[in-house]
């Protein structure tokens, strides 16, 4: 049973506009959110994270939002970069374990220029 | 440079032959970790180690082993009771991996192994 989903395999988004990457949760006691970005054939860099005391992140264009009752996240990038393009995955943890992240499948996000 | 490094970048295997994936980190941090990820697929925990002589299984550590002799280096060995080795193997640290932490865990750039 997954329990962090991305549902959206892929996203398409002209430079310049709004790129929003959706994930949900079903563990209530996910308490700690993170967000990492793959390119192919490399390790994910870090990008954003958000605590459940929270509802909102903001890092330059990107921002993390929580939305606990839904047991919905968010990342907004704007505006969108060329560079932007990866793969995009969402993580959680929680109490009562060592920590350890649970992974989304991941969003392939393309900006086109 | 401060950094996780993964060596080699890819390795090929014989079916029934056991491989060690080396994982090495100079960032002074207490965790390390493996993931391995599938085409499709999010990362999934194989073992953790939150402190040196210490690891635990995580959710697919059949077919797998570790050590944590030292603090910078935790390898990982992909044994012949794996049924399906062939995967990008990613090694992680963070600062701390105890039930209160929140540190951000760091990766390695990976080792591609397949078996042929």
């Known amino acids: 049973d997954q329990q962090v989903k991305q549902n959206s395999p892929s996203l398409s988004v002209q430079e310049g506009r709004i790129s929003i990457l959706n994930c949900d949760y079903t563990n209530s006691m996910f308490d700690y959110f993170l967000w990492y970005k793959k390119y192919p054939a490399e390790g994910p860099t870090f990008l954003i994270s958000?605590?459940?005391?929270?509802d909102k992140n903001e890092d330059g264009r990107f921002t993390v939002f929580l939305n606990k009752s839904a047991k919905h996240l968010s990342l907004h990038i704007v505006p969108s970069q060329p560079g932007d393009s990866a793969v995009y995955f969402c993580a959680a943890s929680g109490r009562g374990s060592a920590r350890q992240l649970t992974f989304g499948s991941g969003t392939q996000l393309t900006v086109l220029p | 440079d401060g950094g996780i490094t993964q060596s080699p970048k890819y390795l090929f295997r014989k079916e029934g032959q056991n491989v060690t994936l080396s994982c090495e980190q100079n960032l002074n941090h207490d965790a390390m970790y493996w993931y391995r990820q599938d085409p499709g697929q999010g990362l999934r925990l194989i073992y953790y180690s939150q402190i040196v002589n210490d690891f635990q299984k995580g959710d697919i550590a059949e077919g797998y082993s570790v050590s944590r002799e030292k603090k910078e280096s935790f390898p990982l060995t992909v044994t012949s009771a794996q049924k399906n080795p062939t995967a990008f193997y990613l090694c992680a640290s963070s600062t701390s991996g105890g039930p209160i932490s929140t540190d951000t865990q760091y990766f390695g750039p990976g080792t591609r192994l397949t078996v042929l």
């Open positions: 958000i605590s459940s005391i929270k």
